[in-house]
Each structure stands twice: as C-alpha cells, then as structure tokens.
T-cell receptor, first 110, second 116 residues
Framework: SQQGEEDPQALSIQEGENATMNCSYKTSINNLQWYRQNSGRGLVHLILIRSNEREKHSGRLRVTLDTSKKSSSLLITASRAADTASYFC??????????FGSGTRLQVQP | DGGITQSPKYLFRKEGQNVTLSCEQN?????MYWYRQDPGQGLRLIYY???????QKGDIAEGYSVSREKKESFPLTVTSAQKNPTAFYLC???????????????FGPGTRLLVL
C-alpha cells in the first residue's frame, strides 16, 4: 500500500488563484519531499521538509508538515498556466528508497 | 552537462521477448532506482541499488532484473515473465538511499514500453 496519499486526485483552478494539495502518510518519517511531473516527463524535485520543520518556503511554494497528524500540504500561490502538472509527495522513512504517493493532477486554466 | 539519461524514449516488445532499458548518470551518485508508472498512477519501486555490485528488490520486482556493474549505469531488463509490461519506466539517482540529512532524487526523462 502507498505510504503517501495525495488529496485531491485532481484540481482545476484559474490562473492567479492559489492551489493547495495535501499528502497523508502512515509511518514516521525523516523528511517529506514534493516533486512535480509534466505530462510524459520525469519528476523534478521541488522542496524537502525535514521531520523537525513545520513550514518551508521556496518562491511561490509553501510546504507545511504536521507530524502529529502525519500530513503535509503544498501551496502554490498566484498559479500560472505553466504550473499545470502532476504533483507527488514522497516520504523518506530512513529504511530504503523514497515512497511516492499517487499524485494530484493540477490544471491551471489561463 | 550533469544529469541522468534514459534510452530509448519508446520501446516496443514482442510476446516472449526480453528487453533492456538503459539508464546512465554522470552525477557521481551512489544510489540508483527504477520505478514503474502506470497511467494516472504514482510511482512503484522495482529495484534499487545503493552501491556498485549490489541491488535490492522493490515492491514489484517480479518479471524484472537489473545489474550494477558500473557506478554510472543501472540497466533494467523486462523479462518475458512480466505479463503486463506496458508502462512508463523512470530511472532516478541520489547521493545515497536515505538518511536524516535527506536525499533528493534526480530523474531521467523516462522510457515508454509498449507491447506489440
């Protein structure tokens, strides 16, 4: 079963709006990472948040982590059409490779 | 240019045939990974390697085989035992498999495997 599950599965917004995606996981983690995938391409790392951090920013991205609820959220502010992609959370439990969730497909309408 | 490359971009497999997907990295990373992605789905780990001449099964290793004879190369063979091989295959690398410091993975562009 998946360690991380994203919610919603799909999200459609207008350009300029904010997009929020959530990720829930099951076991304790060392860190949680967010990746982006354009259609038919490889994944690109966006941001990493460690288990002892609660919030992190990178440009228009804001990630939060609540280890008591085993959940994380990714906020993209002032979205652009170029942000259209699938977004995946991945958890590092310290045991082996990252475990990826099933992703949120974001569509930003121009 | 540093990066991770996969070839070919598209690969066609006939019934009963073994095919090999190439993955090369020049990032000097110790760890390499193979994932399978089905349409609209997340990534599932097939095999991973922490160091040369060593590799471990992931969640869906049946019907696949790998080798790690060189640090920069981690080819994946899809054998005839894999009955449903049609998928998008992604290779990735990182400095190590995991740790408190956190390791990000760098992905190749992927290979799409189709069955004739």
């Amino acid at each position: 079963s998946q360690q991380g599950e994203e919610d919603p599965q799909a999200l459609s917004i207008q350009e300029g709006e904010n997009a929020t995606m959530n990720c829930s996981y099951k076991t304790s983690i060392n860190n949680l990472q967010w990746y982006r995938q354009n259609s038919g391409r490889g994944l690109v790392h966006l941001i990493l948040i460690r288990s002892n951090e609660r919030e992190k920013h990178s440009g228009r991205l804001r990630v939060t982590l609540d280890t008591s609820k085993k959940s994380s959220s990714l906020l993209i502010t002032a979205s652009r059409a170029a942000d259209t992609a699938s977004y995946f959370c991945a958890t590092d439990t310290g045991r082996r490779a990252l475990t990826f969730g099933s992703g949120t497909r974001l569509q930003v309408q121009p | 240019d540093g990066g991770i490359t996969q070839s070919p971009k598209y690969l066609f497999r006939k019934e009963g045939q073994n095919v090999t997907l190439s993955c090369e990295q020049n990032l000097n990373h110790d760890a390499m990974y193979w994932y399978r992605q089905d349409p609209g789905q997340g990534l599932r780990l097939i095999y991973y390697s922490q160091i040369v001449n060593d590799f471990q099964k992931g969640d869906i290793a049946e019907g696949y085989s790998v080798s790690r004879e060189k640090k920069e190369s981690f080819p994946l063979t899809v054998t005839s035992a894999q009955k449903n091989p049609t998928a998008f295959y992604l290779c990735a690398s990182s400095t190590s498999t995991s740790g408190v410091a956190g390791e990000t993975q760098y992905f190749g562009p992927g290979t799409r495997l189709l069955v004739l």
